[in-house]
Nanobody, 122 residues
Framework: VQLVESGGGSVQAGGSLRLSCVASAFDSRRACMGWFRQAPGKEREAVAVIGGDGITSHADSVKGRFTISKDSAKNTLYLQMSSLKPEDTAMYYC?????????????????WGQGTQVTVSS
């Protein structure tokens, strides 16, 4: 299984980015997948997850600003980020698990991408 993220970059506060994660050798149709982030000196935290049934859940800190979605035909996970803030600066990781059940707990995910850096300047 391989997860490859793209779409990160440097933007000013208030800007937008769309992250993508392409999954290989993995059937995303009924799997839970998620986006996590980790800032220097901080623990990895869940940003948004999508269950195998398509139900989504977003962290309170990003509700109304970020949207997770999945295109199962393309085996691709997305994170649309808008109204970005400096505190959103972090390495963003895509993750997937061999289960349809939704979870925000990082260690319950089986596969991880290498990450894509998002930097938001004020």
């Amino acid at each position: 299984v391989q997860l490859v993220e793209s779409g990160g970059g440097s933007v000013q506060a208030g800007g937008s980015l769309r992250l993508s994660c392409v999954a290989s050798a993995f059937d995303s149709r009924r799997a839970c997948m998620g986006w996590f982030r980790q800032a220097p000196g901080k623990e990895r935290e869940a940003v948004a997850v999508i269950g195998g049934d398509g139900i989504t859940s977003h962290a309170d800190s990003v509700k109304g600003r970020f949207t997770i979605s999945k295109d199962s035909a393309k085996n691709t996970l997305y994170l649309q980020m808008s109204s970005l803030k400096p505190e959103d600066t972090a390495m963003y990781y895509c993750a997937a698990r061999d289960s349809a059940h939704i979870t925000f707990i990082p260690y319950e995910y089986d596969y991880w991408g290498q990450g894509t850096q998002v930097t938001v300047s004020s």
